[in-house]
């Protein structure tokens, strides 16, 4: 195991992290409650984190529920991810006006990003930041992403209690953070342990009134974190499952999960790795001024896959297969790493609950049974 | 552009609530511009002075519900270039086409002294129903900025850009938390066409469909959740059937729900 340097810091000494980052230009970003949910939103102190809150996530179902202590994180991820700040829904990525009779000229491009720091993000959403900086950052060059993603601050939470869709074990990414952040928080009943993951994070601690972890507090964290480990709400088979799925395109399972699936698009914009986007040009009455944007785009919708001659994913159960396969499976090739961080927010903000553990297992699951029946089979005539 | 080669705007009221044609005049920071790029020929609801047609774009409000109505659409059809439907009335019949699922001759007993001065049809259709249109543009009310793109579009010659995906990817480009996930609240936002920019489910509220079935609308799906999560089949039925009921698959949908309610009293 890595041997982590942790501190500890008192709760108290969170509300003064805050207003250095605050004074220091940031704008800070963390949970907070709104519609029923936990959402990531602009906060300047810990009075507006979820205090004694805690979410109940089942599939295509969220609660929030008060808990019996006072804890600033007692809770996972929302609705929201990272991707709502550093790639935002709605951008308008340039404008052009007519000048004279044949020119025109370019006015404002993208505005500059804030400074964000992400305050209680959890080691689901620094996997899913690394994901979208191979889109954003390696694959192509996103000017904006790039900025906001290379200033922003990450002040991270593990994860002792994973929530009912929480599959991060699975996927290699939690629940403790291990890459990627400043600081990782663990939070104990009037203390966190800070572990530092950058120069920022240490002169940060520094600012603060910190002494180093005991070692018996430390081993508590492992503990804590080893058996957060054994308990996520979902766990999902990785083994072989990309090229299980690929060869599996034509699995009856898929037609089965169309008949619940309704192409709505919630699991793709819950998702803080999917990076889809639809550029659109817009003039106005006047013919003298044209815009163009780039909204959040769904590979759910008909649009998506529309090319000379029509639609080459018109049926419902080639989307929602595109979807599950580039997730799980295609992405590796593509990007070096799975499309899926087992946040399980596609699985909670499903309106009808379509769980992809589920789904993906039921292929792999009956290919994995028919291929041993095979082996045995073929061991038998060996036998013979 | 020189003035007087603008193209001639005209727009026709059928049965409606003349809401839709309000929303260009709501248009308020647009109105200018709209003068600027066509000649409003004809629109009685804004001007008393009419120009003679042909005309290069016509708008038409209101669901085709009398015998009178049904020939005067087959007169605008010939006199417009471009015929385009604005809002649910004319694109799917609207709130009135709720008489296609009644007794017409009852209703009119029931509401009028003289019954035998009515003429109705036994039927409210969208205007597609009876002519060729070339572009329907959903809501109850139209959205105003989608008004002004296929106005703008039509001006520019090119395609109007109209998403047909569901009010969830608008919902949710807003921010906006689920209200079925965090409430269980059956909300149509899932199999509505966008064009809204998701109003209810912004202030807490279901989707009610005013802009009427999305591409490849899930109705039956999203119904079938609906009633396993306890909404009842009478409720889904008067959910599908508001604005836009008339339009499949709500139709069909609709209906076989209450098949399944008739069967069970």
């Given at each position: 195991m890595k041997n982590r340097v942790l501190y500890t810091i008192d709760k108290r000494e969170l509300d003064k992290l805050i207003g250095i980052l605050v004074r220091d230009g940031f704008k800070v970003v963390g949970p907070t409650i709104r519609d029923g949910a936990i959402t990531y939103e602009e906060i300047e102190?810990?009075?507006?984190?979820?205090?004694g809150w805690t979410d109940e996530q089942e599939a295509g179902k969220y609660r929030l529920k008060r808990r019996d202590d006072d804890n600033l994180f007692g809770y996972v991820v929302g609705p929201h991810s990272l991707k709502k700040f550093l790639f935002p829904p709605k951008q308008r990525l340039f404008g052009i006006k007519k000048s004279g009779e044949d020119g025109f000229v370019f006015e404002a491009r993208q505005p500059e990003p804030p400074r964000y720091a992400f305050l209680g993000v959890r080691a689901c959403d620094l996997a899913a930041v690394d994901v979208q900086d191979r889109v954003f950052k390696q694959a192509m060059s996103d000017p904006y992403y790039a900025k906001a993603r290379n200033e922003a601050i990450f002040i991270a939470v593990n994860c002792p209690e994973p929530g009912g869709t929480c599959f991060c074990a699975s996927m290699g990414t939690?629940?403790?953070?291990?890459?990627?952040?400043d600081i990782a928080l663990t939070e104990l009943k009037t203390t966190f342990t800070a572990e530092v993951g950058s120069t920022r994070g240490q002169e940060l601690i520094e600012a603060l009134e910190h002494e180093t972890t005991d070692a018996n507090t430390s081993h508590l964290v492992d503990l804590m974190m080893d058996i957060a480990s054994e308990h996520m709400g979902r766990s999902l088979d990785t083994n072989d499952l990309p090229s299980i799925l690929l060869e599996n395109l034509q699995h009856h399972h898929w037609s089965d999960v169309a008949k619940r699936c309704m192409s709505c698009a919630n699991c793709t914009f819950a998702c803080p790795t999917c990076f889809c986007s639809n550029i659109e040009d817009q003039t106005d009455l006047t013919g003298e001024h044209a815009e163009r944007w780039r909204t959040w785009g769904s590979c759910?919708?008909?649009?998506?896959?529309?090319?000379t001659g029509g639609y080459?994913?018109?049926s419902p159960a080639a989307r929602y297969r595109q979807w599950l396969t580039h997730k799980l499976a295609s992405w590796h090739e593509q990007f070096g790493v799975s499309g899926c961080v087992g946040c399980g927010r596609c699985i909670t903000w499903c309106p009808v609950g379509i769980d992809i553990t589920k789904e993906a297992t039921v292929i792999a699951d009956d290919y994995r049974q028919s291929r041993s029946r095979q082996e045995s089979a073929s061991l038998e005539e060996v036998g013979s | 552009m020189v003035k007087d080669t603008k193209p001639k705007l005209a727009v026709y009221k059928f049965s409606s609530c003349d809401g839709c044609q309000l929303s260009i005049l709501d248009l308020e920071d647009e109105l200018l511009a709209l003068t600027g790029a066509v000649?409003?020929?004809?629109f009685l609801e804004a001007r008393r002075k009419v120009q003679p047609g042909p005309y290069d774009i016509g708008l038409v409000e209101g669901s085709i519900s009398t015998p009178e109505e049904a020939e005067r659409i087959v007169q605008v059809r010939k006199e417009c270039k471009y015929l385009v439907t604005i809002g649910a009335c004319a694109t799917s019949g609207g709130i009135q086409a709720l008489k296609n699922w009644a007794d017409v001759e009852e209703y009119k007993r029931i509401v009028y002294a003289s019954p035998k001065y009515i003429q109705t049809l036994d039927t409210a259709s969208p205007v597609a129903a009876y002519v060729l249109v070339d572009f329907e543009l959903r809501g109850c009310p139209v959205n105003k900025y989608q008004l002004v793109e296929v106005i703008t579009a039509f001006v520019a010659g090119r395609r109007p850009q109209i998403p047909t995906y569901p009010v969830c990817l608008e919902c949710k480009r807003e921010g906006n938390v689920c209200v079925m996930v965090t409430d269980g609240a059956p909300c149509l936002g899932p199999i509505t066409q966008a064009g809204c920019g998701a109003i209810c489910p912004s202030f807490g509220r279901s989707c009610y469909a005013c802009f009427g079935p999305s591409e490849s609308s899930a109705a039956e799906m999203l119904c079938n959740h609906c009633e396993k999560t306890g909404t009842d089949k009478p409720t889904i039925v008067r959910m599908l059937r508001?604005?836009?009921?008339?339009l499949e698959p709500f139709k069909q949908v609709g209906d076989e729900y209450e098949r399944q309610t008739v069967k069970n009293h």
């Open positions: 102190s810990t009075r507006q984190l979820p205090v939690g629940p403790r953070c291990s890459t990627g952040f759910f919708t008909l649009e998506f896959s529309y090319h080459s994913r018109s | 000649e409003i020929a004809f508001s604005f836009n009921g008339y």
